[in-house]
């Protein structure tokens, strides 16, 4: 299995507008993105559940160059660690002024062909 094809849940979650994360079937863990065992227990029986959008700023920081020539016209820009309200962490955009701690609401926009995620205050 590619690295690609075991995050297909959750691209295909982005492309519906929608944060899916997976939960470990064995001890309920839940995590970010894709990953072939359970970081908590190690077990592989881990399925993919949608996140209701909602979380905190668990860290935030400026980025001023830009990765890619798409992301040129955004810089500076924001990006935050969120963690989400069922337990993963994940990386969004975030808006100007979120400081650690702030609740936010996830959404996805476009931006060309990429879906990203954004974050904004709750
Ligand atoms: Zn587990």
């Not at 881990?46 to 001023?64: D, H, P, S």
């Not at 955009?93 to 904004?120: F, N, T």
Request: proline share 4%; net charge positive.
């Amino acid at each position: 299995m590619t690295a690609t094809s075991l995050a297909a849940p959750f691209l295909a979650g982005l492309a519906d507008d929608r944060i899916r994360f997976q939960r470990c079937g064995a001890c309920g863990k839940a995590q970010r993105l894709a990953r072939y065992a359970c970081t908590a227990c190690g077990a592989t029986d881990l399925r993919w559940e949608y996140a209701t959008g909602r979380g905190t700023v668990f860290a935030v920081t400026e980025v001023k160059r830009a990765p890619t020539d798409a992301f040129r016209a955004l810089v500076p820009y924001r990006i935050a660690l969120i963690d989400l309200d069922e337990g993963a962490r994940l990386m969004a955009h975030a808006q100007p002024g979120l400081s650690v701690g702030d609740r936010v609401s996830l959404s996805v926009y476009r931006l060309g062909e990429q879906a990203l995620i954004r974050a904004a205050p709750a």
